[in-house]
């Protein structure tokens, strides 16, 4: 059974930080890329944090570059975010996914809420 599931969510005031990790089992974590999307009230889910396979290739969406950190640990099968700077814009709700070229997979997890707010 899939399963992707999302921690570390929560209220933080603006300029703090939170760290977002993602247990993932029932299926070949190596071969999967991995990645954070979020979707705020009202607008569409939007791509946040990529990694590759074995971590040599990220990529993050100009709204976070150089606050958000993303990595993954091969050997626990997790990926987290680290989260630095936040902002109220930053608050959504978060969502773990899996993605495979070869055959083609999606996963997803069921999202944890992050707000920032004073």
């Known amino acids: 059974q899939v399963q992707l599931v999302e921690s570390g969510g929560g209220l933080v005031q603006p300029g703090g930080s939170l760290r977002l990790s993602c247990a993932a089992s029932?299926?070949?974590?190596?071969?999967?890329?991995m990645s954070w999307y979020r979707q705020a009230p009202g607008k569409e889910r939007e791509l946040v944090a990529t990694?590759?396979?074995?971590?040599?290739?990220?990529t993050y969406s100009d709204s976070v570059k150089g606050r958000f950190t993303i990595s993954r640990n091969n050997v626990e099968n997790t990926v987290s975010l680290q989260m630095n700077s936040l902002k109220s814009e930053d608050t959504a709700v978060y969502y773990c996914?899996?993605?495979?070229?070869?055959?083609?997979?999606?996963?997803w997890g069921q999202g944890t809420q992050v707000t920032v707010s004073s």
């Open positions: 996914n899996a993605q495979s070229v070869a055959p083609k997979r999606v996963y």
């Open positions: 029932g299926f070949g974590f190596t071969s999967y890329r």
């Open positions: 990694i590759s396979y074995i971590g040599g290739t990220i």
